[in-house]
């Protein structure tokens, strides 16, 4: 899926932007690209995965990946070439996402998570959700979880978290 991978590559600019609403950079990491090109290739096996790209001549300045769940359009992470920052490039894709979604028949659009900036243009109606971990009671997922704790609070090396873990093996219903 090379249109997952220059999704990528595109967020990540977005991502070191300066001089505005700091975003970081999500897959920053070899294994999160590979786990958002895993997710992707599966679910379009499935017809739902939805990528958006705002294209200028032959160039790519804006793109969101989003997900058809039932009615609604999920979004999921977006970014955009800085350089057309100022013409506003990922409202006008997200303008045309909106207008893909009425004409499609979604009775929803759903922007994730999160409240920033740039959705509060939209007057959305924000759900708040809680948020919980269960554990395996094995010794593994017990480490896991501790290394995972370590490394989100800056206390472990990422690079070192990578080299100690390995991939899961995913079952995707």
């Given at each position: 899926?090379?249109?997952?991978?220059s999704r990528a590559r595109i967020h990540a600019s977005?991502?070191?932007?300066?001089?505005?609403?700091?975003?970081?950079?999500?897959?920053?990491?070899?294994?999160a690209r590979r786990f958002l090109r895993e997710v992707c290739e599966?679910?379009?096996?499935?017809?739902?995965?939805?990528?958006?790209?705002?294209?200028?001549?032959?160039?790519?300045?804006?793109?969101?990946?989003?997900?058809?769940?039932?009615?609604?359009?999920?979004?999921?992470?977006?970014?955009?070439?800085?350089?057309?920052?100022?013409?506003?490039?990922?409202?006008?894709?997200?303008?045309?996402?909106?207008?893909?979604?009425?004409?499609?028949?979604?009775?929803?659009?759903?922007?994730?998570?999160?409240?920033?900036?740039?959705?509060?243009?939209?007057?959305?109606?924000?759900?708040?959700?809680?948020?919980?971990?269960?554990?395996?009671?094995?010794?593994?997922?017990?480490?896991?979880?501790?290394?995972?704790?370590?490394?989100?609070?800056?206390?472990?090396?990422?690079?070192?978290?990578?080299?100690?873990?390995?991939?899961?093996?995913?079952?995707?219903?």
């Open positions: 899926m090379g249109a997952v991978r977005r991502a070191n932007l300066t001089g505005t609403v700091k975003h970081p950079d999500r897959f920053a990491s070899a294994v599966r679910l379009a096996r499935r017809g739902v995965v939805r990528i958006f790209e705002l294209a200028i001549g032959q160039e790519v300045v804006a793109s969101r990946i989003g997900f058809a769940v039932g009615n609604s359009l999920y979004l999921y992470f977006s970014g955009f070439d800085p350089r057309w920052s100022k013409y506003s490039v990922m409202t006008t894709t997200l303008v045309e996402i909106i207008k893909h979604a009425i004409a499609q028949g979604y009775s929803t659009v759903n922007m994730s998570p999160g409240k920033d900036i740039s959705k509060s243009r939209w007057d959305p109606r924000e759900i708040r959700f809680a948020q919980a971990t269960q554990l395996s009671v094995s010794l593994r997922s017990r480490l896991a979880w501790t290394m995972y704790r370590h490394a989100k609070s800056g206390g472990f090396p990422r690079a070192a978290l990578e080299r100690l873990s390995r991939p899961a093996k995913r079952q995707w219903i």
